[in-house]
């Protein structure tokens, strides 16, 4: 994700977090000096969501590390005003997996605000009335920061494991329908669960908080995207890259001009191309780079191309390129037969094509 500070690594995991987090503190420190709060109360605020986005942290490695134990790697954590994203491999297929990765980051949450419990006098706190309950929370004390804690908490496990993707409860829900279900069919319903949740947070947004409303659109785009992915999946179940791969493409030479990329591109329909020497691919070059340096025409595409990229083997089971190549859209993948020569390219546009004729071939 770009524009993100590395803040170190745990278990090989990076964890970073993104330039658009400064948002929110920014937003807590206006809101608290617009009702008239001083320095401190600044302060106090902006750790209190430091801390909080700690341990949203710990919530995200709860799934990493799970995830890991079963063999999945994480990329890394992003930390965004909205929370946090382990970037997983993939998500566990086989259903146990799934509802051991999925439920171990809300656990992590139940695990700090049961520390919490036994630091803080909580009971204490609830054995007023809610008059003097909010009253003795304006204190920036201690006492109190650890209360917001513990509270936030609870509310992050509660909203967690609302039963609608891409929420952890949503996945929880899949993986015990899966059980007796199947994938396919226990998505499509923990999907449609997810989806009546989004209306119902739509309309209550409508009527008493606008909030709701975004909630209701990350919900709902969420089931929708969860039920494609693991349709697309089911539909590529069997097949290889050979299959799907492009092998009438363009193949360019390391001194070949920007000029002559620009007129293949203007006459023909490919867009993105492959930089190679004796069938051994060196670069990749993508339309926006040439769109990028086309005010000098004389460039050469070794200039230009970019030398960091994966190759994908023909045999490859094509449902597991399908997430390297989401991960990476609009990328173009040179494929390679088992002699490491050259044979083809794929792109995520050409899988879609796949699926989509698959779908009719199914239906």
């Not at 401190?40 to 710990?58: G, K, M, P, S």
């Not at 709860?62 to 970037?87: D, M, N, R, V, Y």
Request: aromatic share 8%.
């Amino acid at each position: 994700m770009k524009g993100s500070l590395n803040l170190g690594k745990v278990s090989g995991i990076k964890i970073k977090v993104h330039w658009t987090f400064l948002f929110i503190l920014i937003w807590v420190a206006f809101v608290e000096i617009n009702s008239g709060g001083n320095l401190q109360a600044v302060l106090f605020n902006i750790a209190l969501i430091l801390v909080v986005f700690l341990c949203v942290v710990f919530h995200e490695l709860g799934h990493a590390l799970t995830a890991q134990h079963f063999g999945i790697k994480t990329k890394q954590i992003t930390l965004l005003p909205i929370g946090g994203i382990a970037s997983l491999e993939k998500i566990p297929e086989e259903p146990k997996q799934e509802l051991l990765v999925a439920i171990a980051g809300p656990l992590v949450n139940i695990a700090i605000a049961l520390i919490l419990y036994f630091i803080i006098p909580v009971q204490q706190f609830l054995a007023n009335n809610l008059t003097n309950i909010l009253e003795n929370l304006n204190a920036l004390t201690l006492a109190n920061f650890l209360f917001y804690l513990f509270t936030i908490n609870v509310i992050l496990v509660i909203f967690n494991l609302i039963p609608a993707f891409p929420m952890d409860g949503g996945r929880v829900l899949r993986a015990l329908l899966a059980m007796k279900l199947g994938r396919v069919k226990a998505t499509q319903i923990a999907a449609s669960i997810g989806q009546s949740i989004a209306i119902v947070f739509l309309l209550l947004g409508m009527l008493y908080n606008p909030f709701l409303i975004l909630i209701a659109l990350f919900v709902f785009v969420g089931a929708y995207g969860e039920n494609k992915m693991v349709q697309s999946l089911e539909l590529l179940k069997g097949h290889t890259v050979s299959e799907a791969m492009l092998t009438n493409i363009t193949l360019l030479k390391p001194n070949d001009t920007l000029e002559r990329v620009k007129d293949l591109i203007l006459s023909g329909t490919e867009k993105d191309f492959i930089v190679e020497q004796g069938g051994t691919p060196l670069g990749i070059l993508m339309k926006t780079d040439v769109i990028k340096a086309s005010n000098n025409p004389n460039l050469l595409v070794s200039d230009i191309m970019k030398t960091s990229f994966k190759e994908i083997l023909f045999n490859d089971k094509l449902r597991n390129v399908l997430s390297l190549v989401e991960l990476h859209k609009g990328h173009f993948f040179p494929v390679m037969d088992t002699n490491k020569k050259l044979v083809g390219a794929i792109d995520m546009t050409n899988i879609n094509e796949f699926i989509l004729f698959q779908s009719k071939l199914d239906y």
